[in-house]
């Protein structure tokens, strides 16, 4: 009868301490994955959001974003499944930058109702980028002809074994724009008047966390444990939500497995992990990072 009657009372009167979920969205962010190298995509962060938004007491849930970007899909995925959650559970996100929300990392962020950074968190990147290779002249080199049959004429654009095509830039431009459009509309829609009127915004360039929020792109400074204390309370409980374990204790990555990528050969399996490794590390170091 004392616990029914506790919970009657307002919280602030019941000595409780506040839950907050926290959710850590971290890495480059593709559709596939490997139990070598996990990506961040809307099968592996699904599982942890439901998790997070579940928290009936918690007022609000934390994101903890580090991500360079990658496949725009993906990145609206998440985004969109937050928002959905955050609605459908009446909660509030609180979005906090580690190195970099950049780019997909970024359209992540704008989930958040508010957005903190460090000062050197690099923020931004709203644009699209897509890049190659060319190799006509190494065949003619090496004295290899290349030969390709298509049903469609368009059926081998941006082959990167033929010459470029102008009409090939061109279209691929028009769907980089189709994209980019997107990106700045969820932006817009997201931070409203915060953002400041400034020609470069949505020109793909990035910034420090002290000059995104000069320019709206972040509501403030601070880090993730000391700012919600303050919000919440020094005795705020902040509950990290976890991946799930297997039979041996490992965390199981959170990518889809078929009987395809089980039956795979393991060589197969360690360089398909080294190539998105690779794509990954491309992704950090055009930041710097």
């Known amino acids: ?15 409780e301490t506040t839950v907050i979920p926290v959710v850590r969205l971290n890495g480059a962010i593709f559709a596939g994955g490997s139990q ?33 970007g990658g496949s725009p899909v ?23 930058v580690e190195d970099a929300a950049a780019s997909g990392g970024y359209m992540i962020a704008v989930a958040g109702d508010e957005i903190f950074a460090d000062p050197s968190s690099i923020v931004g990147s709203i644009g699209v980028v897509s890049g190659g290779f060319g190799f006509p002249e190494l065949l003619k080199k090496i004295g ?32 980089q724009l189709e994209i980019h459009q997107t990106f700045i509309d969820m932006v817009k829609a997201r931070r409203g008047t915060k953002l400041a009127d400034d020609p470069t915004l949505f020109s793909g360039l990035f910034w420090t966390g002290t000059k995104g929020r000069e320019l709206g792109l972040v509501d403030g400074i601070g880090d993730l444990s000391g700012t919600l204390k303050r919000r919440f309370g020094a005795k705020a409980e902040l509950r990290l939500i976890q991946p799930a374990r297997g039979l041996f204790g490992r965390r199981v990555p959170g990518v889809s497995a078929s009987l395809g990528d089980a039956a ?22 055009r930041y710097g990072l």
Do not use: C, H
């Open 1 to 15: 009868m004392k616990a029914f009657l506790k919970k009657l009372l307002p919280r602030k009167f019941r000595g």
């Open 36 to 68: 070598f190298r996990p990506a961040l995509n809307l099968a592996s962060v699904a599982p942890l959001l439901e998790r997070a938004f579940s928290v009936k007491e918690a007022p609000a849930v934390a994101l903890s974003i580090n991500s360079p």
């Open 74 to 96: 993906q990145a609206r995925l998440i985004y969109q499944r937050i928002r959905d959650l955050a609605e459908e559970k009446n909660k509030r996100v609180i979005v906090f």
């Open 144 to 175: 290899v002809e290349r030969r390709v049959y298509t049903a469609g004429e368009n059926k081998a654009i941006l082959d990167p074994f033929q010459p470029e095509r102008e009409s090939d830039i061109d279209y691929l431009k028009s769907l």
């Open 264 to 285: 795979r050969p393991l060589a197969a399996s360690l360089a398909s992990g080294l190539a998105e490794a690779a794509e990954e590390r491309a992704l950090w170091s």
